[in-house]
């Protein structure tokens, strides 16, 4: 059946949360078979944890750029559907040709492109999921999808440590083109395209919804531009809120790989890698979904709240527990934190802005959580270099605390009537 036809069709709209989980799963396997290796071969590569900073630094600096121009087009595309793909298909392209890399800027190279993918097809993913469900259950399709996405981050580490008990770490990389693969023809076959919804829609779950007016491509004008302006400042002062506390963690929120080589330093081999990845992607995939769905009955604020105090009890834990059980422990109770905020909050960016500006409000989003993410890469690879791992990790979770709090204190976001 065509993408148009797909449009005419609102029942064919709940498949669309399952397709994007079926491709998170195989993309994401693709992803962590390479991801929580990459440390352990780039120390091959006599590559320090101030490189490791400066590489996860620029990769996410360009993902939040990225991000930004995504978000606008997200708005105005009349087909999403060819940009999502678009990133998947350069995502896994690339991570393959990690396996020929011989330099530490050859690894820079790859992940500059593969997070370029990625800032490319999240907002017009997001957006095409806010618009597949109603507002309700925004929480519960998020939630899936990050279950879905961190079970592939389960059954990747689980490949790869099975690769290299009788493989070295390259071969890890090539065989990352299997589910890279699968991936893209999940994407090609099983997404559909979704237009705009209209304004009203009754309660339930992953149901039938009214159809949807089909819009032919933006023509820009000088209108269209003082439009766009006006739509930017229409965003609600409660996004603003929570955006700003948001970034304010992602500060301290610097690359998973500092955790990995943390655990390194107390003994935990490098081949044993996957296996933290693992142990803290069975805790994302369990608890996603009904975190997601939680949020749903209660005040998201509350549940990103807690995500955060997990967080930074992790992180104390890895800055002053220096011993491999504490180390082991904390990595499971690490997945809890992603699963409390990472669909929580963003299902309370889709429903406090309206719906024609989603996808801006998105790429806001994460331009500005990845700007934060790329100065704390940067600043705790220098802080671990010149005054060891506890001090920038106490601080990281410091903030999370202070995050905390200020989500607590914050009203109850006003959504938009414009949302749906």
Same mark, same amino acid.
């Given at each position: 059946?065509?993408?148009?036809?797909?449009?005419?069709?609102?029942?064919?709209?709940?498949?669309?949360?399952?397709?994007?989980?079926?491709?998170?799963?195989?993309?994401?396997?693709?992803?962590?078979?390479?991801?929580?290796?990459?440390?352990?071969?780039?120390?091959?590569?006599?590559?320090?944890?101030?490189?490791?900073?400066?590489?996860?630094?620029?990769?996410?600096?360009?993902?939040?750029?990225?991000?930004?121009?995504?978000?606008?087009?997200?708005?105005?595309?009349?087909?999403?559907?060819?940009?999502?793909?678009?990133?998947?298909?350069?995502?896994?392209?690339?991570? %393959?040709? $990690? *396996? +020929?890399?011989?330099?530490?800027? =050859?690894? /820079?190279?790859?992940? @500059?492109?593969?997070? !370029?993918?990625? #800032?490319?097809?999240?907002?017009?993913?997001?957006?095409?999921?806010?618009?597949?469900?109603?507002?309700?259950?925004?929480?519960?399709?998020?939630?899936?999808?990050?279950?879905?996405?961190?079970?592939?981050?389960?059954?990747? %580490?689980? $490949? *790869? +440590?099975?690769?290299?008990?009788? =493989?070295? /770490?390259?071969?890890? @990389?090539?065989?990352? !083109?299997?589910? #890279?693969?699968?991936?893209?023809?999940?994407?090609?076959?099983?997404?559909?395209?979704?237009?705009?919804?209209?304004?009203?829609?009754?309660?339930?779950?992953?149901?039938?919804?009214?159809?949807?007016?089909?819009?032919?491509? %933006?023509? $820009?004008?000088?209108?269209?531009?003082?439009?766009?302006?006006?739509?930017?400042?229409?965003?609600?002062?409660?996004?603003?809120?929570?955006?700003?506390?948001?970034?304010?963690?992602?500060?301290?929120?610097?690359?998973?790989?500092?955790?990995?080589?943390?655990?390194?330093?107390?003994?935990?081999?490098?081949?044993?890698?996957?296996?933290?990845?693992?142990?803290?992607?069975?805790?994302?995939?369990?608890?996603?979904?009904?975190?997601?769905?939680?949020?749903?009955?209660?005040?998201?604020?509350?549940?990103?709240?807690?995500?955060?105090?997990?967080?930074?009890?992790?992180?104390?834990?890895?800055?002053?527990?220096?011993?491999?059980?504490?180390?082991?422990?904390?990595?499971?109770?690490?997945?809890?934190?992603?699963?409390?905020?990472?669909?929580?909050?963003?299902?309370?960016?889709?429903?406090?802005?309206?719906?024609?500006?989603?996808?801006?409000?998105?790429?806001?989003?994460?331009?500005?959580?990845?700007?934060?993410?790329?100065?704390?890469?940067?600043?705790?690879?220098?802080?671990?270099?010149?005054?060891?791992?506890?001090?920038?990790?106490?601080?990281?979770?410091?903030?999370?605390?202070?995050?905390?709090?200020?989500?607590?204190?914050?009203?109850?976001?006003?959504?938009?009537?414009?949302?749906?």
């Amino acid at each position: 059946m065509s993408d148009s036809a797909a449009d005419l069709n609102p029942e064919l709209r709940p498949r669309n949360v399952y397709a994007f989980g079926a491709t998170s799963f195989f993309n994401d396997t693709a992803s962590e078979m390479a991801y929580w290796v990459l440390p352990a071969f780039l120390a091959s590569l006599g590559v320090g944890p101030e490189k490791l900073g400066f590489i996860e630094g620029i990769a996410e600096s360009v993902a939040s750029f990225t991000k930004l121009f995504s978000g606008y087009l997200a708005d105005r595309a009349s087909r999403r559907k060819p940009i999502v793909v678009a990133g998947y298909l350069v995502a896994n392209a690339v991570k %393959p040709i $990690l *396996a +020929l890399a011989t330099s530490w800027w =050859h690894v /820079l190279f790859i992940r @500059f492109a593969d997070r !370029l993918a990625k #800032g490319v097809r999240g907002a017009p993913r997001d957006v095409m999921l806010a618009e597949s469900v109603p507002k309700e259950r925004a929480g519960a399709a998020f939630g899936l999808l990050q279950s879905m996405d961190s079970a592939g981050a389960v059954a990747g %580490p689980l $490949l *790869a +440590l099975w690769i290299l008990r009788s =493989h070295g /770490l390259r071969s890890v @990389f090539w065989a990352a !083109l299997i589910p #890279g693969g699968v991936c893209i023809l999940v994407a090609l076959l099983g997404i559909r395209e979704v237009r705009r919804k209209p304004a009203h829609h009754t309660p339930g779950s992953f149901g039938p919804e009214p159809d949807a007016a089909r819009l032919d491509a %933006p023509t $820009l004008s000088i209108d269209d531009g003082l439009e766009s302006a006006a739509s930017w400042r229409s965003l609600p002062a409660s996004f603003y809120y929570v955006l700003v506390i948001v970034t304010l963690f992602s500060f301290g929120n610097s690359s998973d790989m500092f955790l990995v080589l943390r655990a390194q330093s107390v003994g935990i081999a490098a081949a044993y890698a996957p296996l933290l990845g693992l142990v803290f992607n069975i805790t994302y995939t369990a608890i996603s979904w009904p975190a997601g769905s939680l949020s749903d009955r209660f005040p998201r604020r509350v549940v990103a709240a807690a995500g955060y105090l997990v967080f930074a009890v992790v992180y104390f834990v890895f800055a002053w527990g220096p011993n491999q059980p504490a180390i082991w422990g904390a990595m499971a109770i690490y997945g809890l934190f992603y699963a409390l905020t990472a669909p929580v909050l963003k299902a309370l960016v889709s429903e406090t802005v309206p719906a024609e500006v989603r996808g801006r409000a998105f790429g806001i989003y994460y331009f500005t959580t990845s700007i934060g993410t790329l100065l704390a890469s940067v600043v705790t690879g220098e802080l671990w270099k010149h005054y060891g791992a506890p001090v920038p990790l106490a601080l990281s979770a410091a903030l999370a605390l202070v995050c905390s709090v200020l989500l607590l204190v914050s009203r109850k976001p006003q959504v938009s009537q414009l949302a749906v």
